[in-house]
């Protein structure tokens, strides 16, 4: 049972190659291990001529190269502890940035201006070149939050701080709960147990109040964008403007069904203006930042308005110049992007909901092309100018395979294939079924887990798993084929085990997941009595 939960990260861990490409050049970094310690290796494409560009050596006082996160082909900044530096390859000198203090939690580096700003009690702080730590708020508390996510993470919402691109002016969450009713949360570890109330806003009882503030490290000041009533509406999608004069704020009422996209002027906090609005009578779902083009004076915006999540292309203005992207699938990810040939590299359902595929798409024509060619699901890093990627992938029958390609596919090298960790076990057999839901008409996909020794003429007991909740999807073509070693566990000890994604789960649009609007429990409990019964 340890190995079915745990084993995939410890014992069981699948073989992994993580690579990161070289600032500016056509080159990938490995960490290697060597003699004196550990080193990290570039590789330039194609022939992949290794030059070792970093030794443990470099940096006294230790066996192993520490995390670099490059800044430029020069520089490279780290943390050590609670220390910041900023590597200096050409001179191998080390600059200590600052400390900050223990227990931070939300910290963010900016590459511009080489400072370091963090969430310490519930107050925001920038630690300064001069290695000073700057308090930017003072009233943080259990009841109210600075600097770190908000709205309970919904909306892709992960983080509250958001430097400007030049990193002259730091923008943050303000978070007010001290209306939001407390509920508690039992840690049963420890004995007796410990009861940790949190602030959890239900849904129709009241919510918690949100405002953006913008801190201009120069003058010490910071000023609050005016967003306006209600007090218990959603900013979410913030982005800046890349001339730092404005911030742009997808501004969602509670109800969820109107949005709009709004732009603020930093300095007074006024509203410049609304440039478009969505409705929707369930509702909306922004989810994604503004993605500016090269030239500054276009964006990209991510939109379900005609059922799927496609990429739509505007000016300043809040014009529509095209809808880049479109079909019955959506949209997964900007990984990178060609200037010279207007091209977003994107991942895409486009080849089935269970896999993610990489394509080129010129924003002006909507022109696409997969890049990759193996079945499976595909996780991408793409490098500077949108030639090359590294494709870190697995199906069902592949552990993972970490290949090195072309974007225009004139060249693939495998740099890793996994081997299997779960060879030498009796692994159940595992059918991927497809039925038709509750309506007659929708494809839902399932898998049947069979048990070990399998005999058709004997009597199961069936477990049932299933979430068919939005944003959650539990069947992948991806390793292990049954999707979660504990089904196999369950497998070897005598049940069938049925896991299907039943209407409301995720990648399939949004007339696939909203059926369960206003309605949970209903449809998914059809869908998953005609699995059963099929």
């Known amino acids: 049972m340890q190995d079915a939960v745990l084993g995939l990260a410890t014992n069981l861990r699948v073989e992994n190659l993580p690579l990161q490409w070289f600032p500016g050049e056509n080159a990938y970094l490995e960490n290697v291990k060597t003699s004196y310690g550990t080193a990290v290796v570039k590789k330039t494409l194609p022939a992949l001529v290794a030059d070792t560009i970093v030794r443990s050596t470099d940096f006294s006082g230790l066996s192993f190269s520490p995390a670099l996160n490059w800044i430029n082909q020069n520089q490279a900044w780290f943390q050590m502890q609670n220390k910041f530096y900023v590597w200096n390859r050409n001179t191998n000198h080390k600059q200590l940035i600052g400390e900050i203090a223990k227990g931070a939690e939300d910290i963010f580096f900016d590459k511009n201006t080489h ?10 702080y920038l630690l300064k070149t001069d290695a000073r730590n700057v308090q930017i708020t003072n009233d943080g508390k259990y009841e109210i939050v600075n600097g770190k996510s908000v709205h309970r993470d919904e909306f892709s919402i992960s983080h509250g701080i958001f430097f400007s691109p030049k990193g002259n002016l730091l923008a943050f969450y303000r978070m007010d709960q001290s209306m939001v009713e ?6 049963w570890a420890p004995i007796p147990a410990v009861n940790h109330n949190v602030k959890y806003p239900f849904a129709g009882r009241t919510s918690h109040q949100v405002t953006l503030g913008v801190y201009n490290p120069k003058t010490g000041k910071t000023v609050f964008l005016k967003t306006g009533e209600s007090k218990d509406q959603y900013l979410t999608c913030v982005t800046w403007n890349p001339d730092e004069k404005s911030i742009y704020i997808a501004v969602l009422n509670r109800d969820q069904n109107h949005v709009k996209l709004n732009q603020y002027d930093v300095q007074t906090g006024e509203l ?16 994604k930042e503004l993605y500016f083009l090269p030239d500054g004076k276009e964006f990209l915006w991510w939109s379900q308005r005609d059922g799927f999540m496609h990429l739509y292309r505007y000016d300043l203005n809040g014009k529509l110049l095209n809808q880049v992207t479109k079909g019955d699938w959506l949209v997964n990810e900007i990984t990178g992007i060609n200037k010279k040939k207007n091209g977003l590299l994107i991942t895409t359902t486009k080849d089935g909901a269970m896999e993610k595929h990489l394509y080129t798409v010129n924003w002006k024509t909507g022109k696409m092309n997969r890049v990759d060619t193996d079945p499976g699901y595909h996780t991408f890093v793409i490098n500077d100018d949108g030639t090359n990627a590294i494709d870190n992938w697995t199906n069902q029958s592949t552990p993972r395979k970490v290949d090195v390609l072309s974007v225009d596919k004139k060249f693939k090298k495998n740099l890793l294939t996994a081997a299997d960790p779960l060879t030498g076990y009796n692994m159940p057999r595992v059918e991927n079924v497809t039925i038709k839901a509750a309506d007659g008409v929708t494809d839902l996909y399932g898998r049947l887990i069979y048990p070990a020794s399998f005999n058709p003429a004997k009597k199961y007991p069936v477990v049932v798993y299933l979430y068919n909740g939005p944003h959650a999807q539990m069947n992948l073509n991806r390793f292990p084929a049954s999707g979660n070693l504990w089904y196999d566990y369950m497998a070897q000890q005598g049940y069938v085990v049925w896991v299907m994604d039943g209407r409301g789960s995720s990648n399939r649009g949004l007339k696939f997941e909203q059926v369960i609007f206003r309605n949970l429990g209903d449809n998914e409990m059809e869908d998953q009595m005609k699995g059963w019964s099929t």
């Open 115 to 124: 400072s370091v700003a963090y969430v310490l009690d519930n107050n925001l």
């Open 182 to 187: 407390d509920y508690p949360v039992i840690d």
């Open 272 to 287: 410049v203006r609304t440039l478009f609005e969505e409705r929707d009578d369930k509702y909306v779902e922004p989810q």
